[in-house]
C-alpha cells in the first residue's frame, strides 16, 4: 500500500519529493495557487479559537468549526468572523481522526452518486490533519442562497433535531421542493449510502433545502460521518427511525417500504440505484485503503461496509 504521507490529501493523488499536495489539488482550491502552507494554528488552538468564535459563527454545532478564507497570496487559510468561504473543522479529543473520516466519507459519497461541495484534508502547525469543506450557501463574496435546514422547517431546534423521523423528513421535501420526486430520489440515495457508511447521525440539522433562482432542492450533502466506527459502543444504524426502527434495519425496510411504498419510487429507478451502490462497493474499498485514517479505523470502515452491503445487497 503507498504510505499515506505520499498521497495528496485534497485529491489523494500520488506525489513525490517534498511536495505535500498535488497541482491538481492545488488548482481545485485556486487556479492561481501554487503551494499551500501549514493552517498556522494546532488542533488544540482551532478547538480554542472555535469555542471564542462560537457567538459570532452561524455555523455552530457539537464539532468544533471555524469559518475561514483562502488567501492564496500568502497561500494558507486564514480565520474569519464574517464572509468566510469555507468551514474547517479540526481533530477532537473525543472522537479519533474525524476529519479524515469525514473526508473519506464525502469521497465515497460522490463515488456513490450524490453532490458534495468541494472538501479536503489540509496540515496544520503541529502536523494533524483539519477537514475543510467549501460553503455551497455562497456564490460571491458577500452574496449567499436561501439555505434552511429541516429542523428549521419542522419547527425543531438544535436541542429536538432528533425528534423526528425518515418518513418526516420525506414530507418536508414534499412540503417545498420544487421537484419534490427528484429530491425524494436523492433522498433514497443519500439514505442507503448512510446505511452502507454507517452514518447513524443524519439528525434533522443534517438535510437542508436550498434555493437557486426560483428552484428549491435539496443542498449538497454535508457533515457525512462513518459515526458506528467513531464511537465507543453504537447500538443505532439511523438517527432518525424509518417504519419505527433505528436499528436491525433490513433490505425490506430501506428499499421496499421507504424507497417504494414511502418515497413512492417506481421499482426499476429503486434497482437501479441499489445496483449501482453495489457495483460501488469495490471502488469504495479501494477508496478507503488509500485514505488518511490509521490502519485500526481503515479496516474497521471497510469491515463495516462489507457487512452492510451484505444486508443491503
Do not use: W
Amino acid at each position: 500500500m503507498t504510505p499515506r504521507q505520499a498521497r495528496c490529501p485534497i485529491t489523494y493523488d500520488e506525489i513525490s519529493g517534498p511536495a505535500r499536495y498535488s497541482e491538481a489539488g492545488l488548482s481545485k482550491l485556486s487556479p492561481r495557487l501554487e503551494n499551500l502552507r501549514d493552517f498556522p494554528f494546532s488542533a488544540e488552538e482551532q478547538r480554542m479559537e472555535a469555542e471564542a468564535r462560537s457567538s459570532k459563527m452561524s455555523i455552530q454545532g457539537v464539532q468544533p468549526k471555524l469559518s475561514a478564507v483562502l488567501n492564496v497570496a500568502s497561500s494558507t487559510f486564514e480565520l474569519t468572523d464574517s464572509f468566510g468561504r469555507y468551514i474547517m473543522k479540526p481533530q477532537v479529543e473525543r472522537f479519533r481522526n474525524l476529519p479524515e473520516n469525514e473526508d473519506l466519507s464525502m469521497r465515497l459519497a460522490r463515488l456513490a452518486g450524490i453532490e458534495v461541495p468541494l472538501h479536503g484534508l489540509v496540515y496544520s502547525k503541529d502536523g494533524s490533519m483539519t477537514y475543510f469543506i467549501k460553503r455551497f450557501d455562497r456564490y460571491s463574496q458577500k452574496q449567499k442562497y436561501h439555505v434552511e435546514d429541516f429542523a428549521q422547517l419542522s419547527g425543531e431546534s438544535r436541542e429536538t433535531k432528533y425528534k423526528s423521523s425518515m418518513e418526516e423528513v420525506a414530507k418536508v421535501i414534499e412540503s417545498f421542493c420544487t421537484f419534490p420526486v427528484i429530491e425524494k430520489l436523492k433522498l433514497f440515495r443519500l439514505t442507503l449510502f448512510s446505511f452502507l457508511i454507517g452514518n447513524e447521525d443524519m439528525h434533522l440539522k443534517n438535510f437542508s433545502i436550498i434555493m437557486r433562482g426560483e428552484k428549491v432542492q435539496l443542498a449538497p450533502a454535508y457533515d457525512l460521518v462513518n459515526s458506528t466506527i467513531a464511537m465507543t459502543s453504537p447500538k443505532e444504524e439511523m438517527a432518525l427511525p424509518i417504519r419505527g426502527k433505528k436499528s436491525g434495519l433490513t433490505k425490506g425496510v430501506l428499499v421496499e417500504y421507504f424507497g417504494m411504498e414511502r418515497l413512492g419510487i417506481e421499482r426499476n429507478v429503486l434497482t437501479s440505484v441499489v445496483n449501482e451502490l453495489r457495483g460501488s462497493i469495490p471502488a469504495f474499498q479501494k477508496l478507503i485503503a488509500i485514505s488518511f485514517l490509521p490502519d485500526e479505523l481503515r479496516k474497521k470502515y471497510s469491515v463495516l461496509v462489507d457487512e452492510r452491503a451484505g444486508v443491503l445487497f
